[in-house]
């Protein structure tokens, strides 16, 4: 083959490739059952896994403003893409070194409804559609869960069910989606002490768990606000990396400060602006990305 006849085998698989991974040209896969999906104490359970792979209604996502292009202003794919690469950068290049389970990211913000679950949700969208990386949301708001409801998903058990049920294996509360590379593990059942669940040692060692059982993983957790929440910043040291959404116009410098100077040092830490914009038009926001100090 020439030099030339490579080069386009080589961008007819890549665009094979692309087209593949688009959100709207999913369809339902089955989980495939790897070795580190089943350990061995879980393996009777992998039927019924299978049985629930959550359908996620990607049509329904893209209405609603999740990774689609607009074609006026620079897309919200390109925006994910990167916040993304450096996210990835940090949890498998030359940093992950540095860093305590760098797979692991947190997506937390000062205060609520300031995006936190969008970003969240995008970035796992992101990921999954597009790298040849698996990716698991965990939603860790469990106070205020909405990753099923953003993701149309009725599966209750969670979270919470796992750190309340010691007989509980992560298998039983992680599940496949329709998105062949995205997982889910939702918030479960509400809980009068939800939030100080995720300041348990069992929480601790889920997360540890999750940060070597699957090092070839990202596993973002969508996070309670910093300020107000003690347990996020329990789950802040528990991770490797944390994304702090900031709703420009609305965050003011003191609060992010107030939410950013109690997290723990060692951590790599991102700035996502989101700026809602919304008219009859135009729905989607606007994201820029910073790393380090964020004074
Ligand atoms: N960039 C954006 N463009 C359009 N809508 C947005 C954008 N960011 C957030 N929203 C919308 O704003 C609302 C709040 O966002 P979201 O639920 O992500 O915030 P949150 O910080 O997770 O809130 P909570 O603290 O309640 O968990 C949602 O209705 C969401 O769809
Ligand atoms: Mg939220």
Redesign the pocket.
């Known amino acids: 083959m020439s030099t030339i006849e490579k080069a386009l085998a080589r961008k007819a698989a890549k665009d094979t490739n692309e087209t593949s991974t688009s959100v709207s040209e999913r369809k339902v896969e089955k989980e495939e059952v790897t070795p580190s999906d089943s350990p061995e104490s879980a393996a009777p359970k992998t039927d019924d896994r299978v049985a629930k792979v959550l359908n996620i209604d990607t049509e329904n996502l893209k209405d ?2 999740y990774l689609i292009d607009t074609g006026e202003r620079k897309s ?1 794919k390109d925006e994910f893409r990167q916040i993304k690469r450096k996210l990835l950068e940090n949890a498998f290049g030359n940093a992950a070194k540095l860093l305590h389970h760098p797979n692991l990211i947190m997506v937390s ?1 000062a ?11 995008n970035l796992a969208l992101s990921i999954a559609l597009e790298q040849d990386k698996k990716v698991l949301l965990v939603d860790a ?1 469990v106070l ?1 869960p ?1 990753i099923n409801r ?1 993701l149309g998903l009725e599966q209750s058990e969670g979270l919470i069910d796992y750190l309340l049920k010691p007989e509980k294996n992560v298998s039983d509360i992680l599940f496949q989606t329709s998105i062949n590379n995205l997982r889910v593990i939702p918030a479960g059942q509400p809980h009068h002490l939800s939030n100080e669940l995720l300041a348990s040692e069992r929480m601790a060692a889920l997360a540890s768990e999750l940060a070597t059982r699957y090092p070839d993983r990202v596993v973002i957790f ?1 996070c ?2 910093l300020i107000g929440v003690t347990e996020t910043l329990v789950l802040a040291n528990l991770v490797g990396q944390a994304l702090v ?1 900031v ?1 420009e116009s609305k965050t003011t410098i003191a609060s992010i400060k107030a939410a950013t100077e109690s997290l723990n040092e060692d951590l790599a830490l991102g700035i996502v602006m ?5 008219s009859h038009k135009d ?5 820029g990305y910073g790393y380090g100090e964020s004074e």
């Open positions: 609603r403003g919200i913000s205060k609520p409804n300031e995006g936190k679950t969008f970003v969240a949700i708001d205020r909405s953003e969508d309670p606000p959404v709703e989101n700026k809602a914009i919304r729905l989607y926001g606007y994201y």
